[in-house]
């Protein structure tokens, strides 16, 4: 029975409010799940017993946790161990978003925070930074969405969760340095020490993903080696990452700006990820900020 309850898919997701909780839930049911939302976290436990149980479309079941639920508990590390002692084994998904960001979006709806009471809408998300701090820690994966869209963390969610079955899932995510460092990053690779095509006037107007660019990244001295021997540790931790029930990785590819270097080193080393047998996606974070 243990072993049937630990092939059911099952996904919990938390996080702050206003960072798109919503959106997950909805991208989740597009792509074959039950999702079950705002769920008190006592009855997690319940919920994951009733939806093994009814088979079917409830083998796929995703539960969304909200901080204004009265029965919110911090022990979120608490009910993931009950579950797994059960047989479940469950995937955390934990949505953040900056605080200026999640500032604008409540003021864009003028609506308050759950957690604001009579003070200022940044003491409501520092309080509930403090309430889901365990969450994000034994979360599985973090999507900062900052800087997505509503569409963009769509299908961003379908790239995770649309096949299930991968047991590790990789995503090479370009990023400029001036816009800041991607929270969701497991691992960051700086590519600043390559030359800029930025200051090749023909080659400005064009990103990595064009075929000049690309030929330009590449052909720089060390360029290849350092992609291939990068391809190479990455697959060499595969198997580390498995046994430690890692299913999501994302790498962080930089440069300046998150035009160039960065976006066609990040399809490269996908490239190279994908030829290993590591199912692995490409996101741009910044093409098009410029």
């Known amino acids: ?13 938390t996080g702050l409010s206003g960072a798109g909780r919503s959106t997950v839930a909805r991208a989740l049911e597009n792509v074959g799940y039950y999702v079950v939302d705002n ?5 997690m436990v319940t919920m994951a017993e009733l939806a093994f149980a009814s088979g079917g479309a409830g083998r796929r ?20 161990a009950d579950l797994r002692v059960r047989g479940f084994q469950p995937r955390v998904l934990f949505v953040d978003a900056s605080d200026d960001v999640l500032i604008r979006r409540f003021e864009s709806v003028r609506r308050p925070h759950p957690l604001q009471g009579d003070g200022r809408l940044a003491d409501g998300i520092a309080a509930e930074r403090v309430l889901l701090a365990n969450a994000r820690e034994v979360a599985d994966v973090i999507i900062d969405t900052s800087l ?10 379908e790239e995770l969760f649309v096949n299930p ?10 990023f400029g340095f001036k816009y800041g460092l991607p929270a969701d990053a497991d691992l960051v690779v700086d590519m600043r020490w390559l030359p800029n095509p930025h200051w090749v006037p023909e080659l ?18 060390g360029a290849v080696e350092f992609l ?17 029930g890692k299913r999501y990785l994302t790498i962080g590819v930089g440069c300046t700006g998150g035009k160039h270097r960065s976006v066609a080193s990040a399809i490269a080393l996908a490239s190279r990820l994908g030829a290993r047998g590591i199912p692995t996606t490409v996101s741009h974070r910044d093409l098009g900020r410029e």
């Open 1 to 13: 029975m243990a072993a049937a309850r630990a092939e059911m898919d099952l996904v919990v997701v």
């Open 39 to 43: 769920l008190p976290q006592t009855l």
């Open 61 to 80: 079941t995703a539960m969304t946790l909200d901080v204004r639920s009265r029965a919110f508990s911090t022990d979120l590390l608490g009910a993931v």
């Open 148 to 157: 997505l869209n509503g569409n963009q963390l769509r299908g961003r969610i």
């Open 165 to 174: 079955e991968q047991t590790l899932h990789v995503t090479t995510l370009s």
């Open 204 to 221: 400005r107007p064009f990103s990595g993903k064009d075929q000049a660019v690309s030929d330009y990244v590449m052909a720089q001295p």
């Open 228 to 244: 291939d021997q990068y391809a190479a540790v990455v697959a060499m931790a595969t198997d580390g990452y498995k046994r430690e």
